[in-house]
């Protein structure tokens, strides 16, 4: 009796061909786009993002300019400087403007050389140290700042060997009793000849630690109860709003199978009526179930909803029609139950991990990033950002919002005409 209820289950699924090569299909696909995310072969640490950063050279002098080179051609950074242009806002012209371009989320760090960087650039210890580097960061990624500490010490140790040997010759000469004339020319040769070899091409070398004073500030972040939680929310609250509205299209599936469909359809209620009430349905509980999230964040984890309610509303409004759309377009292409649910598992779990739910895109590569602007998870994260992190105002969120409401009414178009199999029968 065991192996009969077996080999009927394996019938069904056998019969059940779309069913059958999803169930299998499913775990390639996801292997694959987490391979892409993570993967560790040579290929994929060619194409790892490089950190978008603007330099406001405060000091101006020849050493600074050497500094502001060399983390130019840092293969791990991306400066914007001279000609170039980020987010469609010129380089900054002093540090407000720096803060400016960070707060409104052109790049997620800033530096600012002060007056005097290129006099001492670099000591050997806290009482000789030099003016110091100010990173303005947006700590929504929070690797950023960290990386761009690790390269200054790096970049200031193979730009300006030549002014680290002139500071070892002071400590020497203050520390270690006067130096003759002869011992300070021997020294002062060796320091040109290795300002002469950088100057010829960029050194290479490891970092050392503590050579450039590096102070970070939060700009964002620095005044928030609790800055991670609004990343977390805004991820996981779309991921699981599309497997709700998913799982709950299913309903039109049910009501096919048990005849409900051609009863509903015989009287005066049309396909279109009888889909625009399921995604008024969908659309409404997918809102509740934001809510309920959101305000459960703020009483535990200090979201502050309270202090962003309309941009909220806005945002989980849109969102909720999209993603409730998205699942009547699933049910629609789904003949069975267990088509659906291998459909649903795969596009939304990929969806989830390319747009930034599962995986922050900060943490992906440029290209992989570009991709993930067609999922619906990453329009709604960066519109439920903008409102939770950046304190925008409602007029900041028109792109995502014409985006979400776009993707709304094309997915629901597609399931409707999806749906006439079914008025056909």
Known sequence: MILAVARTHFAKLKRDRAALVLSFVLPVVFFTVFASLFGGGSSSRATTRRIALVVVDEDGTPNSQRFVEALKREPGLRVVGGTEEAGGRTPPADAA???????????????????????APVGFGPQTGGPTLR?????????????????????????LPDVMAERGIDQVDRWGGDLTAEQKAALQRNVD?????????????????????????????????SPGVAVTAAGLGVMFL??????????????????????????????????????????????????????????????????????????????ALAASAFGLVLAALSRTRMQLVALS????????????????????????????????????????????????PLTALWPQVLFLAAAAALLFALARRLARRWEAV
């Not at 929070?142 to 390269?151: F, K, R, T, Y």
């Not at 995604?279 to 459960?296: D, I, S």
């Open 193 to 225: 000849q290795l300002r002469r070899q950088t100057d010829a091409g960029p050194a290479s070398g490891r970092a050392g630690g503590g050579l450039v004073n590096v102070q970070v500030r939060d700009v964002l972040g620095e005044k928030k109860k």
């Open 97 to 119: 403007a720096a803060e400016a371009m960070v707060r409104a989320g052109d790049v997620p760090l800033a530096l600012v050389v002060p007056k005097g960087f290129g006099e």
């Open 135 to 159: 990173i303005l960061a947006d700590t929504s990624d929070p690797i950023a700042p960290e990386v761009l500490s690790g390269l200054l010490q790096k970049v200031a140790m193979t730009a």
């Open 242 to 319: 599309l497997f709700s509205a998913a799982g709950a299209g299913g309903a039109l599936i049910e009501e096919v199978e048990s005849g409900t469909l051609d009863r509903v359809l015989s009287t005066r209620v049309t396909m279109g009526q009888l889909l625009s009430g399921k995604l008024l349905y969908l659309a409404t509980v997918a809102v509740a179930q934001l809510t309920v999230m959101f305000v459960w964040g703020e009483i535990f984890f200090g979201l502050e909803l309270h202090r962003h309610v309309p941009g909220f509303l806005v945002m989980a409004v849109v969102t």
């Open 345 to 392: 598992n795969m596009v939304i779990l990929v969806m989830s991990a390319l747009g930034g739910s599962m995986y922050p895109r900060f943490l992906m590569s440029e290209g992989i990033q570009k991709v993930g602007l067609v999922t619906l998870n990453a329009w709604a994260i960066d519109g439920f950002m903008k409102v939770f992190w950046r304190d925008e």
